[in-house]
């Protein structure tokens, strides 16, 4: 909740050497794993998190928060997403709120391009007479601009190390130099595929080219119920690329994703009971918990394929995975503490080793 700003005082105790940065490049990945680091430190060191996009929000509220204090934070972040979006006066306002002073939060501008306009000519028009933007002057003046370069030859392969040494894994040179092929222009991809590398083999793991192929493969067409055969027959492999072919070229909502697993979760929880031994005792059940209505029922077929899979799981079994919904469903829908792809690989990744762990004790 914003409150008047700090006293000068109070400002000059902050640590930070700039309080407005400008982020930008060709690589929408690498700009907003960017943001996503910056952001990540702020909020472990008690910052509040605004989180706008020009063009789809009203950003005045947040622009007029950069310059306040909070009443349950030490500071803020106001990330201003697609922020050449900015309207003329939003851009007026974002000037004069940087001009009056916002120390000690900090305001981040992403993918913002600086407009010129000619004395006398409309925008676009770049004679010797342009003018330049003068929020972006005062960006660079008063706080830092980067500009992430997307990382080429040896440079890509140096970032794709990077992201291993973080987690802890090794790759042989043949797997590395394969995943850095894969990723191709867009090395910030190697960061979803290390996570669920990492989720499926764990810290320290050594790997070769056979461990990494099965999440690497190609994208093709294929219906939702596939995901949850994959994930439910333990085979996180063929799990994963269904999702990439669900997320990636079919363009699902990645919160319909969430809606359908959680579904079909809750379904298979509902008939798991020692006493639903056939379809129809799968249709009363499905009904008395609401996820069937009065009417509705499943294929005999259908239903009683259900009834060993929802055996599998126990009630703890249960408690976990849906746990492990909620957690993605909030990363999703709250404030993006990483990028959505990860989300659903790591979720998918975990649910589809509970169901291989089940099913190799059986």
Known sequence: MAQPRKSKDEDSQNNESYGVLAISGENSELVLRRMLEIVSARRLQGSEVIDVTAGVDDVEPALR?????????????????????????????AQAVIEEGISPNLVIFLDYRPTRSA???????????STKDSLFELIKRVGKVETIATPTGKAKLKYVESVLSISGMKLTPRALAML??????????SDAIVSVLLARHGEGAHLDVEEIVDYLGEHGEVPMWELTDAIESGDQAVALRVLKTIFVDAGRDPVILISVLGKRLGELAAISSVGVRNAEAVNVALRR?????????KHPFVAEKMIPVSRLLGIEDYRAAFGWIQEADLALRGEPVMPKEICLEVMVTRLAALYRRKRARR
């Not at 928060?65 to 972040?77: L, T």
């Not at 004395?119 to 007479?129: H, Q, V």
Request: proline content about 3%; overall charge negative; aromatic content about 6%.
């Open 180 to 189: 850095s092929e894969h990723v191709g222009d867009a090395p910030a991809r």
């Open 65 to 93: 928060a950069a310059n306040q204090s909070f009443m349950f934070a030490d500071s803020a972040v106001v990330v201003l997403r697609e922020a050449s979006k900015l309207t003329q006066e939003e851009r007026a306002l």
């Open 119 to 129: 004395s006398g000519a409309p925008d676009g028009d770049y004679g010797s007479t």
């Open 289 to 297: 918990s609401g996820l069937l209505s009065e009417k509705g029922s």
